[in-house]
């Protein structure tokens, strides 16, 4: 049972003969799809099985494709090779493979326009969807009994005390690269007790906090989009509806509202800990003694910058959570659609974060706030 | 083709599966023979998918002897095992067809990773026939499994699983979720392609429908094992109480006549 399919041909009367030998199967075909491919044609054909060891439906789908063409008759099949011809036969209706393709131009103009008309509809999407928040919130104000305590607590576990760790990590490393990048420069002027206001201000009234944003939309603001994706493929959500729950209630608030406290909260903490990194770092290397250091923090770093990173940080938890649970109620289809889900929450959420914080800095500026 | 009816295509010698402190299978023994289709039937949590898992090779048993084609299946490398695997043909219980992929391309998936070498116009005329074959109207081939029905995508399926024309085909649950006139199409199909390419058909099923109108033999899952096999009137004359209840309930009674009525008609 080894060797490839192959084939004669001779010319016998008026007829070209066509002998096929060895196994007909989709793993020995070998080249003869190409081989047939050029068969001469001229006079009338004739193919003859019965030298064939064994078919498969590709076999004789090559078979029938070429008596097809040439108007061949077969001859010498044995009753499975006649079943097999009979089965393609009536399989033989093209079907196409793919979905038809445009022409690059158009694909490039409809892909322009398709994201631009996403973009728009994305926009009023979480426009209305900040709308029906709204909505929902106040119901739960007019009806508090309502309000689902064990889920706002349980996402501030999971939103605020399990990330401790790592934001608390990273701010403190954040705290040292200000810290020793600003002494590198302010050295040049001879002005290296300066960095402790770099640290100081820069800490709490942006980095810590923005640091704190982007690392809460990549934690928390994901995990929404594809906690309420999947329950949302697998028709929880809709089940929910019928029951009477509101998604709104049940799924989206609780996150919203503990996200919206609990970012001041991490803010804060933020910023604490870039500042004792800062602190060790002059400590060990400008020789500034702690207490030192937070002397001079508490002179200049003004309250208003406290004030700053509280009022934008709820703000913040806000545009993160609201961009996680609508980008997972807007999932459709199939498990793809999660994913792509995900990272639009991710970076919607960090990008309407950095577009609004500078809004926010011109117009503390602008107030006064320096 | 020489067809011996007596070969054992799927051999299962003392099989046990164990998950964590509960026994799923123990001393199970299993026959399938050549181009025969078995139906498996089974209480829920009698592992008949287990079962299946365990012969492709999904679920390592804890015990046991397995062999497909006369090869021994447990503790086989991935190479050698590669070469039983392109022999079968499976179709999952929700079809698991790629949903990135077309349906034709879905049919294509397994012909690209054995043989890498078949040029893609022929390639394109296999999807093509499998399609049809399997039941799929012409324009389904290039849509997206999410855009299917289910019976779709059971059939679609089908197609994927004879894309390399296999001797064996495993099928879980087919008709599940199906509407009856989209199952009793669907058992017809089985048997037609059973026939046509001489396949042999693991079939897992709770269908009493299906088992009367399509299945040589039966084998039925309890008490951890395969406590009975045969046809059904020989598993009619057991007095096992699972048996008696599964054939004899009201549904049971009702697919018999069914298939009396057909068989008068």
């Known amino acids: 049972m080894t060797g490839t399919a192959d084939f004669s041909e001779s010319v016998e009367g008026d007829r070209h003969v066509l002998r096929f030998t060895g196994p007909m199967t989709l793993a020995r075909i070998g080249t003869l799809p190409d081989r047939l491919d050029n068969v001469a044609n001229g006079r009338r054909m004739t193919l003859d099985l019965s030298g064939v060891e064994r078919m498969d439906t590709v076999g004789a789908w090559l078979v029938y494709r070429l008596a097809r063409k040439t108007e061949a008759q077969v001859t010498g099949a044995d009753p499975h090779m006649e079943t097999l011809l009979d089965q393609v036969a009536q399989a033989d209706h093209p079907v196409k493979v793919r979905p038809d393709r445009t022409p690059p131009f158009y694909r490039v103009l409809g892909q322009i326009g398709g994201s631009t008309a996403v973009a728009i509809r994305t926009l009023g999407g979480l426009v209305g969807f900040f709308g029906a928040l709204l909505i929902s ?101 809709d089940a929910m509806r019928t029951i009477g729950v509101s998604p709104m209630e049940a799924l989206v608030l ?36 702690p207490v030192t250091f937070v002397q001079r923090i508490r002179e200049v770093v003004p309250m208003t910058d406290l004030w700053q990173m509280l009022i934008k940080a709820p703000v913040f938890g806000l545009i993160i959570a609201m961009a996680g649970c609508f980008q997972g109620m807007q999932v459709e289809g199939n498990a793809e659609a999660v994913g792509l889900r995900t990272t639009s929450a991710v970076v919607q959420g960090i990008f309407l974060v950095i577009v609004l914080d500078a809004f926010f800095a011109v117009f503390f500026t602008s107030i006064g706030w320096l | ?157 089908i197609a994927r699983a004879l894309a390399l024309d296999p001797e064996l085909l495993f099928l879980d649950e087919p008709t599940a979720g199906l509407d009856p006139i989209g199952a009793a199409a669907f058992d017809q199909l089985i048997k037609e392609l059973q026939a046509a390419l001489g396949l042999t058909v693991f079939l897992i099923t709770h269908d009493l429908d299906t088992l009367y109108a399509i299945c040589d033999r039966v084998a039925v899952l309890a008490d951890r094992k395969v406590v009975a096999i045969g046809t059904i009137p020989e598993l009619l004359a057991l007095d096992h109480p699972w048996i008696q209840e599964y054939f004899r309930g009201p549904r049971g009674r009702a697919a018999e006549t069914a298939v009396r009525e057909n068989a008068e008609a």
């Open chain 1, 137 to 237: 919130a106040w119901g739960l104000i007019k009806h508090p009994r309502r309000f689902r305590l064990n889920a706002v607590t349980q996402q501030f576990e999971v939103i605020g005390i399990h990330s401790l760790g790592i934001v608390g990590l990273m701010s403190f490393l954040v705290g040292i690269v200000i810290a020793q990048q600003g002494a590198v420069q302010l050295a040049q002027f001879g002005a290296e007790v300066f960095t402790v206001n770099l640290i100081g201000r820069s800490a709490v009234k942006e980095l810590g906090l923005l640091m704190t944003a982007i690392m809460v939309a990549g934690r928390s603001g994901s995990a929404f989009a594809a906690q309420i994706g999947s329950m949302k493929l697998a028709e929880e959500v």
């Open chain 1, 254 to 289: 609780p996150r919203v509202l503990a996200t919206v406290l609990m970012m001041p909260l991490l803010g804060f903490y933020a910023a604490l800990l870039a500042i004792v990194g800062g602190g060790i770092f002059t400590w060990l290397s400008l020789d500034i003694p």
């Open chain 2, 1 to 157: 083709m020489a067809v011996s009816t007596d070969e054992n295509i799927i051999e299962v010698r003392s099989l046990k599966n164990v998950f964590g402190t509960q026994t799923v299978h123990e001393n199970l023994d299993l026959d399938v023979r050549r181009s025969e289709i078995l139906g498996v039937v089974g209480g829920s949590g009698t592992g008949k998918s287990v079962l299946m898992r365990s012969i492709i090779g999904l679920q390592s048993p804890a015990e046991g002897e397995i062999s497909v084609f006369g090869e021994p299946m447990i503790g086989r490398d991935e190479n050698e095992a590669k070469d039983v695997r392109r022999r079968w043909g499976i179709l999952f219980q929700g079809a698991a067809l790629f949903s990135t992929l077309t349906v034709a391309e879905n049919v294509q998936v397994p012909i690209r990773e054995y043989f890498p070498k078949v040029d893609q116009k022929l390639m394109d005329e296999i999807a093509s026939y499998k399609i049809v074959m399997s039941g799929l109207p012409a324009e389904a081939g290039p849509k997206f499994p999410s855009e299917l029905s289910g019976g779709m995508k059971k059939r679609a399926g």
